[in-house]
């Protein structure tokens, strides 16, 4: 069976590896193009593209999907079945190629969480569950006929780097079972039921949306960190001496104290930091701010015993 592998980050390229481990051929890799990253601009290389390195695998690279020539180039191949795991939207010309059908491995169940930042979504959200889903692509987002789901449970702390690595290690039996499937002609579609079950998105995450906003309660704060964490980072800023300091809070739990105080206010107290949102206080763990590396907040008040002093913003 000739099949393709389309995706760019480590939660694809993880996927590709087992893939490859199991023995299967992959036709041809596509992942986004190389592009520069971080302060100094070095050209960074996509996951998936460096284990296709790795294997000698056949690779491209489009800027745009719908250019002619990789239109043909791809068509050519004659497909038989395509995967796609974290990756754009393919236009009818790439997902109707492939014989037996292109699937994605999204990181939901299924009608819940379409969208960029499944992950993320379902502990912002305070869910107990998540999976993933294998389902046929069609002309929208996350609309396609399901094929196989995994469940697992979201345990009370848990983050968006031990969700992902759970749903991660969920996606690679299903990847498998989803292609012997559609190989042999065992598996039966479904529509994505959205009369019994509530359709959710998981928009892409943005500065606003990652913001840790004073009218927040405590608790949603804390699962905002959480989700966040170990990326994009939950953040805001502190004010402090006439300075505004960008920070982010990468560990925190919401907690109560037997004090009341105005909206962003930080108290410091037995080597503790807390900073009061809308209901409650959160109590910060660890933090980093601007310029600096990530500390514990017991190192910090260390080095700075006037943080009292500062408010979030």
């Known amino acids: 069976m000739k099949i393709a592998f389309f995706g ?3 939660f694809a390229a993880a996927q590709l590896e087992h893939l490859i481990d ?6 041809v890799v596509v992942t986004a193009p190389d592009k520069p990253a971080g302060r100094g601009r070095k050209i960074n290389q996509s996951a998936v593209k460096e284990v296709a ?3 000698g695998l056949n690779l491209l690279q489009p800027t745009n999907l719908k250019e002619v020539d990789f239109v043909d180039q791809y068509q050519s191949l004659e497909i038989d079945i395509a995967v796609v795991v974290a990756f754009r939207m393919l236009p009818e010309s790439i997902w109707k190629a492939a014989k037996l059908g292109t699937f994605n491995l999204h990181a939901s169940i299924l009608p819940s ?4 930042a499944p992950i993320q979504w379902a502990i912002i959200n305070n869910e107990s569950q998540s999976g993933v889903t294998t389902f046929l692509i069609d002309d929208q987002i996350d609309t396609g006929n399901i094929l196989l789901q995994a469940r697992c449970e979201i345990h009370k702390e848990e983050t968006g780097r031990s969700l992902h690595d759970k749903l991660l290690a969920l996606g690679k039996p299903l990847i498998v079972e989803t292609i012997q499937g559609l ?6 579609t479904r529509n994505q039921d959205e009369s019994s079950v509530a359709v959710s998105y998981a928009p892409k995450l ?3 949306n990652t913001h840790l906003h004073l009218e927040l309660k405590a608790l949603e704060a804390e699962l905002l960190v959480r989700a966040l964490n170990p990326f994009p980072g939950a953040h805001g800023q502190i004010q402090m001496d006439q300075k505004l300091i960008g920070t ?7 907690t109560r104290l037997d004090h009341d105080d105005h909206l962003g206010m930080i108290r410091v107290i037995d080597r503790s930091l807390f900073i009061r949102f809308k209901n409650s206080w959160l109590e910060v763990i660890e933090w980093q701010l601007e310029g600096k590396k990530r500390m514990l907040i ?7 015993p006037n943080i009292h002093r500062a408010k979030w913003q």
């Open 183 to 188: 190989i042999g002609g065992k598996i039966k």
């Open 298 to 304: 017991r190192d910090f008040l260390n080095g700075n």
């Open 8 to 10: 760019t980050p480590y």
């Open 113 to 116: 969480y379409r969208g960029a």
């Open 22 to 27: 199991e023995g299967f051929q992959i036709s």
């Open 53 to 55: 390195l790795k294997n």
């Open 206 to 208: 943005n500065k606003e």
């Open 248 to 254: 982010k809070i990468w560990k925190a739990k919401a």
